[in-house]
């Protein structure tokens, strides 16, 4: 199993920046891929970010040239740095990871950007 904690969101004003962070611990060496999902009220969850294990990297167009995923893989963390926030960016964010039979999800990090 894998587990995965977030950290880092908040409130914020538009054009501000944030990032977050997501550790994961337990069986490390099975992850795939981990990315970062977000969903705001009434929406439904949506792709955020994505790394692979080989360090590809995928985005939302919503986010492309604003966001950056990355990861440490000393301490087993991905991050996601957000730059140029907007109000639409507002939600809760959740971690997830993938090995060839599951997903995991964290329990999510709210982040809000004010106008």
């Known amino acids: 199993q894998v587990q995965l904690v977030e950290s880092g969101g908040g409130l914020v004003q538009a054009g501000e920046s944030l990032r977050l962070s997501c550790a994961a611990s337990?069986?490390?060496?099975?992850?795939?891929?981990m990315g970062w999902y977000r969903q705001a009220p009434e929406k439904q969850r949506e792709l955020v970010a994505t790394i692979t294990s080989g360090g590809s990297t995928n985005y939302a167009d919503s986010v492309k040239g604003r966001f950056t995923i990355s990861r440490d893989n000393a301490k087993n963390t991905v991050y996601l740095q957000m730059n140029s926030l907007k109000p639409t960016d507002t939600a809760v964010y959740y971690c997830r990871s993938t090995t060839n039979r599951y997903e995991y999800w964290g329990q999510g990090t709210q982040v809000t950007v004010s106008s």
């Open positions: 337990g069986s490390i060496a099975s992850i795939l891929s």
